[in-house]
């Protein structure tokens, strides 16, 4: 299979990637663009002079098991990967000053930590974004997003008391008539998109005493509304 390719590349990595720290790429990094059905080129990153505090990509950790299926339905197993909040893209990496970059739009899924990713390419909705429920009638995604938390100024010393740190941002959505639906996990929100069912559904979480505002009991709560 042509995915293959990424297993000869990656064997020649010896630089563990959980030994780095690779916060916000606080120098200058070269990204291969990689094609799986071609070629591609290094390219000079970018050098960043604002260090921001926190972490940028969406996995905790750069090593471990990683299972990755293309359009076409092949798969493979990756043991150094991650996704870049920022950028929106896959990588691996190579060195303290170097990733290799790959080109997203030829996956379908990512699974990583027994959580599944899906490559979204919706004008509303796109990258790599955690599938929770796939039903026929609805589906359930957290579209996970990077913000910026501001540090806070002693204005008597016009020091920094906290630096300026990343944050990471939880966006629910609902697929549900053709259509990409931002929720928020709460009750009224859901039900008012579940309308036609409201009421077997209010009944159903409280018998089983289901939390609208907790991810897994909503997808246990869809589960119910896709077989009605």
């Keep these: 299979m042509k995915i293959k390719i990424f297993a000869l590349l990656l ?14 790429y606080k120098a200058a ?9 071609g070629g591609g080129a290094f390219l000079p990153g970018v050098l960043l002079k604002n260090y921001i ?13 990683f299972t990755v299926v293309t359009k076409k339905g092949d798969s493979s197993q990756l043991f150094n990967l991650n996704y870049n909040l920022q950028t929106k893209a896959l990588e691996s990496f190579i060195s303290k000053d170097s990733v290799f970059q790959y080109d997203i739009d030829q996956f379908d899924y990512v699974i990583a930590s027994n959580k599944k990713y899906k490559v979204l390419n919706d004008s509303q909705l796109n990258g790599l974004v955690q599938e929770i429920f796939n039903g026929q009638k609805v589906k359930f995604f957290n ?3 990077i913000g910026v938390e501001q540090g806070v100024l002693n204005p008597m010393t016009q020091t920094m008391i906290s630096e ?17 639906t931002k929720i928020k996990l709460g009750k009224s929100d859901i039900l008012k998109q579940l309308i036609d069912k409201k009421d077997a559904l209010k009944k159903f979480a409280s018998e089983n005493d289901f939390s609208f505002s907790n991810e897994s009991d909503v997808a246990k709560i869809l ?3 896709d077989a009605l």
Aim: net charge neutral; hydrophobic share 25%.
């Design 143 to 145: 579209e996970i997003r």
């Design 223 to 225: 589960k119910h509304y």
């Design 164 to 180: 300026d740190k990343y944050v990471k941002e939880n966006n629910y959505y609902l697929f549900l008539n053709n259509k990409y």
């Design 29 to 37: 990094l070269y990204t291969y663009n990689h094609d799986l059905q």
């Design 53 to 65: 505090k926190g972490e940028i990509h969406l996995f905790p950790n750069w090593n471990g098991q």
């Design 11 to 24: 064997s020649f990595i010896t630089i563990s990637a959980s030994s780095q720290n690779n916060d916000n």
